[in-house]
């Protein structure tokens, strides 16, 4: 496949950027269509200068915008969602219906014009799921309708639904991505991602916040790895129709992570335990476990990830950090 023009929605977000730069960097041209709604400007900032960079600042939803885009581009990533266990607590009319919309329309505009369309679901899809680890076939076991944060899952696993039937029904080439915790610089703490939640309140001397026990585990995979693994669908037809899984295996509980960043970082902050109904109110569930099978990934496009979490966590500490911090300086150095 020669795909030399490339649009990304939700391309200012945190995956997105990195995505934009690693298209970029294979020499592709890339556009950008992202509302700023829990993206940003600067998470682009240092690709400006690039001539083959275009960002459009508005919604993928619209479908003048996206009637006049799509036919200029040879592949299309949909990344533009309503992300994050806070911000679907908090808004969960928001979450369902920019999800939802959005797809219908970049997906419909896809087909309309016959564009290969990447659509980035979630290992929420698998909900309380306890037949680890995740196969992408397997049956998934959804929580109940009255517990808003399954509002994102059901909404992701409808997404795959309507992408999946477009495959079905014209033979559209469609690629399904299930991500797993994605971790890396540029995420932002402020809709819940625990990973740059930690790392900021270890940096600040502030108490650690783990929600629940502590005890459920998840997989943290690499930005990097995950960017390589999307750039690879470009180039692999023989994906289209199915979904894989992209993350890693390598669990760790949630209270484990927190003893990590303490001692990577040398922050002396407490480590304290939140009940989730004091972080998320009344009524919140959550799955202990969340593990992917990635044989299928390593199969169809080659790929497995390459980067620690100690790696991951000192990259983060360190964008992080004040310049002057000579303390974390020196504890990073070791
Ligand atoms: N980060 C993770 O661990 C993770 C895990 C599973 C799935 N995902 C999926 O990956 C994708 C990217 O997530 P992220 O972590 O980079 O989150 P993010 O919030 O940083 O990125 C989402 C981007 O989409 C933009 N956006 C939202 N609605 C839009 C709309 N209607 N039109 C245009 N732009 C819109 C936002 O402004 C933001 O820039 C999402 O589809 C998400 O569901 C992420």
Redo the contacts with the bound molecule.
Sequence with gaps: MNHRRVLI??G?????SHLTEELLSRDLAVTV???????NWSNLDHLGHNKRLRVIV????DPKLLEKEVPRHDFVYH??????VKLIIDHPVHTVQ?IVE?TEVVTSMCSKYRKPVLL?????VYGKSEDIPFREDADIVMGATSKRRWAYACA?ALDEFLVLAHYYETNLPVFIVR?????GPR?TGR?G?VLPSLVGQALNGAPMTVYGTGRQSRCFCSVHDVVNALARFLECPGAAGKVLNIGTNEEITIHGLAQKIKQLTGSRSEIQLIPYDQAYGPGFDDMMRRVPDLTRAKELLGWTPKRSLDDIIIGIASALAPADDGILAGVLAR
């Design positions: 929605t939700g200012a977000g945190f995956i997105g269509i992202d509302n700023l709604s829990t993206g508005a919604s993928a939803a990344l533009a969602s309503a992300v994050g920019n959005t980035t679901s979630t290992s929420e992701k991500l797993f915790n994605t971790v995420q809709y991602m």
